[in-house]
């Protein structure tokens, strides 16, 4: 079982709970196309985002397998939202998680993203004692696969045509990170 302490803090950021107040920002970002391009979801409206924020604000510890930690990421010096963070516990039995996050694209390019997933695989491996960590994502969006990529993370498997999204078949890359690997990353740092 993992309840962080929230807010967590990185060199740049604060990851902390969703609120209700986050409605505007995640109607606002979650509602471009080109941010949900390779998510399963469609461009939010008021209501998927009502929907999406009630479920985040409740999502702030991993108490049983299945359970899903999603967190804000926000400059801390600021307060400015740049994106969201998730990790699930998908099997306790194989002490296995998977890491997933969407960034805010006017903030982009500027590592946000990779240092709140970093976070993430710290409370995954260090925290909750998970044995092995997944990133899984639609095989054509590279950014995202950078971002496993400069976690440390190895490409898998890519799985042909795997997933039925938005009207066509679609790849599905498989990223994985154990924590022998992130041991050895950190005794490195």
Do not use: C
């Amino acid at each position: 079982m993992l309840v962080p302490d929230l807010p967590l803090r990185t060199d740049r950021l604060l990851l902390r709970a969703f609120t209700p107040d986050d409605l505007a920002v995640i109607r606002d970002y979650r509602g471009r196309p080109e941010v949900t391009r390779f998510l399963y979801h469609e461009p939010y409206d008021d209501a998927a985002a009502r929907a999406a924020v009630d479920r985040m604000v409740r999502r702030t510890g991993l108490r049983a397998p299945g359970d899903v930690l999603n967190l804000a990421l926000v400059v801390a010096e600021t307060g400015e939202f740049v994106g969201d963070v998730l990790l699930s516990w998908t099997s306790g039995e194989h002490r296995q998680g998977e890491i997933g996050y969407v960034a805010h694209p006017d903030h982009t390019g500027r590592g946000y993203v990779t240092e709140g997933a970093r976070e993430l695989l710290r409370l995954g491996f260090e925290g909750l004692g998970l044995h092995r960590i997944v990133g899984r994502l639609d095989a054509r969006n590279t950014a995202s696969a950078r971002v496993l990529e400069r976690l440390g993370m190895r490409r898998e498997a890519l799985l042909r045509e795997n997933e039925f999204v938005k009207g066509e078949w679609t790849d599905e890359a498989v990223y994985a990170l154990l924590d022998r690997e992130w041991r050895a990353q950190r005794a490195e740092a």
